[in-house]
């Protein structure tokens, strides 16, 4: 007698929540799937328009304090796995965290506290960058006293003097600030350590301290004639342009390097009027810059010269007059991965140049914070940003990342350290893999393009250099985005395993929340593997039948 | 708007004609909107109808078809779940129809039976009268075959014709039913809705869609349905033309619970329908390890499935299918018992579509010209489960299956002009005429004399071959 073949084909579905490409990329670990799908499900949940949009602020400022900032300036690696990228577009999801951070700041939503009652530790925190806020944000929800010391006149730190203002409005980012001061801490600017305060009264005060200090000394090029005026670090124009100084440029202005620090200063130095050549010693391909920001340069008439490195800065008298210029070409790979630029001999010639602006790399800065560092120039922790159990650290200090790094490195320092004071288990979600493209069924959906946020013309941006580039998408073009959205791994209430089971294995749910919309019924499974077939997000799987 | 829509027919209430719409007549007028719940063969025959004789009395409607599902898609996904087997005669109705199923359509033209039995097997070739039978998909094919498009599903075909006709298919899932102002009101699963003048449900059996009914029409109860199963194998070209041919294959197997299964070959694929009992897996794999089953393929080894479904079949017609502004078409109303569910569709979504035009949309219009069409089919129904209680017994007796097969062997093998047991498993098997018909052939003085004289020949008289076409299966 024959086995039962037809029993091999027998398979039965199993509700099984999988990782997003999305959140697999997002550096400050949001459930953006989540956060999105509040939104595009809201009708389905009973929610209003308005009542969905702050729920899903919530979610975002649950570990990301700083939306409407990050919604301008994050390079948004969320987008880069999209499996909607290979249909009609990535989600522009960077366009609607905007949108939200915007809303959140219109309707003077606050931000949520997880603890009441105020713990007895002290908390210190040097540097209010974004690591450095987002720590003490996690602190003083979970009721720490926190006090922040910042040693330049504005708290933001890089978000505050290394984006340019038509990325970044500084009243965007100070209202976001602002709702974090608004939790109660003490933010004490213009306060040095080894300047004002000292380390030891410092460890006095606080039972704990933070190092959020960044990476603010820029590495010069080390070339002939870098030495003298009209030579500046990247990091270092930018600040004074954002403190309101901006140094004389003249009309030939060189910038070396390929990362957002080079383009944002080559785009605030053409900003000023004057010529620019971006140099870079790789191609287009290898630039660390946003791709958006870099075609938003050449659309302003900065010139990018690749595979082009500076040799020697000429100067007639004190002033820079050229720069010579050797040409590269890209050999083996090296530790990064990235094709290593190799001088070709005899190639070398010479631009025109009134300054020079070199972007190409940053550490940390330990000037009168020598007692602290736990190795120089970088910081060696441990997980979280321990260093000990009195001093923790985050941000560009530990390496240099995206500020949506730095932010989740000061949530994960603040989760871990309240876990430790409090003696309770720190709970870390597993490391999964994003589910595979090949599990979503991109064709359920139809052709949606993809929500393409308003832009000003070259023309304005160059008339009025603090003018923002781009704007804000509308609340129609919101709620059709978050539409665009597949859900990946993750149920979306579209009904076709209810729709089609004949068995009846499926029930709705009275009251359902994002992701739960069926309740399944094993017993009714006939296994004929119709509703895994079809589940377009990929959130049914297929478990052996009996 | 026109001031008079219709001529009168008839059968019309004239009273109640007169008194316009304005009086207690339920009608539809010039702009009406008709809400049709389902896209399958009713739903679309129902919509075709509907549109053709409105513009014959120059009236226009306005019809929206909810079908939330795809018959492009592959796999049972895309599938209206069922053998797929449409008569030469109804093929031909549809085309005085104006309905011409495309040859991309028919996958195979069957142009005979093989009633497997323990006891032997027996061809019957298909009847000197033209009485051929057609296999389709209901969808996309099975779940690896090649993708066909709407090109090549029966229902995708129909519904493009719906939609041809100047229907609006609505691609979403009913949710809720609801009364509003006496109109019914459809509320789909993303929260909007429609009010209608006229709501068809052709909703089959095996969707959700019944039970939204239970407390806005208590009237109407939904039909009872028995579980079958149906799976598809894929076959090499050349093992289908060996071991199965243009050949339906139809078992009579003493199986607990088995009422009734055939093989039908389509393309590539070999579709088998499995009627029974409460049909669970101990009952598939019994059928599927049968010897005589088993001898339909290479070798005797059954490749795995690559498709499979247990859809529900309407075997007991629903209470009431109508009422006021609204009639239930299909399976979800009054269906041919176990065959032909495409054909009786199509009977009864035409006598709606006609009630609807020529008299009006109450419950007693439906009551007086709709019901008839629906009772018809429920009585030939109560002669099918006759017809069928009698199979079984042949089921169930060896010495009946040895009558049976002898006769229609001989019959078939003579080529005899009166072939009695031929015509009536014939019809029997195909659905191609009513089981009425079946029933009155088998009253045929020759049938019984002929039943009784092979009933002794063949198994009494042992030393003569019993007459099987085919060697029995070892």
Known sequence: MKTASFQEVLARPKQSEQLPPCGAGCATGADIRGWIGVIAQRRKLGLWDAEAFSRAWRMVTNVNPFPATLGRICPHPCEAGCNRAGKDGAVAINALERFLGDWGLRQGLELERLEIGEKPESIGVIGAGPAGLSFAYQMARRGYRVTVYERNAKPGGMLQYGIPEYRLPERILAAEIQKILALGMELKLGTGIGREVSVRELKAQHDILFLGIGALRARMLGIPGEDGGSVWTGTEYLASVNRGEPPALGAEVIVVGGGNTAIDAARTARRSGARVTLLYRRTRQEMPAIAAEVEDALAEGVTLTFLAAPVRIGRTGAEVSSVAVQQMQLGDPDASGRRKPVAVSGSEYELPASALIAAVSQEPDWEGLDELAPGAPWIRSAQHGRIDDALWAGGDALGLGIAGLAIANGRRAAEALHARLRNRELRIPPARIPIAGDAIKSDFHCDRARAVAPEISVDDRLTAPEAEVRGTIGEAQFLEEVERCFSCGLCFGCEQCFMYCNGGGFSRLEEPTPGTYFALKLDACEGCRKCIELCPCGYLTAEPMG | ?474
């Open chain 2, 1 to 474: 708007m026109a001031l008079v829509q219709r001529t009168a027919q008839p059968g019309d209430n004239l009273a109640a004609y007169f008194a316009g719409n304005e009086g207690r007549r339920l009608a539809l007028t010039d702009g009406s909107r008709v809400g049709v719940i389902g896209g399958g063969p009713a739903g679309t025959f129902f919509t075709y109808f509907l549109l053709r004789l409105a513009e014959s009395v120059d009236m226009n409607l306005s019809v929206d078809i909810y079908e939330p599902r795809s018959f492009t898609c592959q796999g049972p996904a895309g599938c209206n779940h069922c053998g797929g087997i449409v008569s030469e005669s109804l093929v031909q109705l549809l085309a005085t129809e104006g309905i011409n199923l495309p040859p991309s359509i028919v996958r195979r033209g069957i142009e005979s039976y093989v009633l497997h039995m323990d006891v032997g097997n027996v061809r019957i070739e298909t009847p000197l009268r033209e009485k051929r039978i057609a296999a389709v998909f209901r969808g996309n094919g099975p779940r690896v075959s090649e993708p066909v498009g709407a090109s090549g599903s029966f229902d995708g075909y129909l519904l493009e014709l719906a939609a041809a006709s100047g229907a609006k298919v609505v691609r979403k899932l009913v949710n809720e039913i609801a009364w509003d102002g006496g109109r019914p009101q459809v509320t789909s699963s993303d929260g909007s809705s429609a009010t209608y003048d006229l709501l068809a449900v052709a909703a089959g059996v095996n969707s959700r869609v019944p039970q939204l009914f239970s407390e806005v029409a208590p009237q109407y109860r939904s039909p009872k349905t028995l579980k079958t199963f149906i799976c598809e194998f894929k076959l090499a070209p050349e093992a289908l033309d060996r071991h199965i041919g243009p050949s339906m294959h139809v078992f009579l197997l003493d199986i607990p619970r088995l009422e009734f299964a055939a093989l039908i070959p389509k393309g590539e694929f070999l579709t088998l329908c499995l009627l029974g009992h409460d049909v669970d897996n101990a009952l598939i794999d019994t059928f599927l390890g049968a010897p005589e089953v088993k001898a339909c393929f290479p070798d005797g080894a059954m490749p795995t499935p690559v498709c499979h479904c247990f859809p529900r079949v309407n075997v007991e017609a629903a209470a009431q299918p109508y009422g006021d502004r609204i009639v239930w078409i299909g399976d979800a109303g009054v269906a041919r018992l176990y065959k032909d569910g495409i054909g009786s569709a199509y009977r009864v979504a035409k006598a709606a579509a006609k009630t609807v035009v020529h008299h009006g949309v109450s419950s007693e219009d439906f009551r007086q010209h709709f019901w008839p069409a629906c009772k018809r089919i429920d009585n030939d129904n109560s002669i099918a489960k006759l017809i069928f209680a009698a199979s079984g017994l042949i089921q169930k007796r060896r010495f009946l299956r040895r009558g049976v097969l002898r006769m229609t062997a001989n019959e078939q093998r003579r080529g005899a002009a009166r072939r009695h047991m031929s015509t009536v498993l014939w019809d029997l098997f195909t659905g191609s005429a009513p089981y009425t018909e079946v029933l009155s052939r088998s009253f045929h003085p020759e049938f019984p004399a002929m039943l009784c004289w092979n009933l002794i020949a063949g198994n009494l008289v042992r030393s003569r071959p019993n007459g099987s076409e085919e060697r029995p299966h070892e």
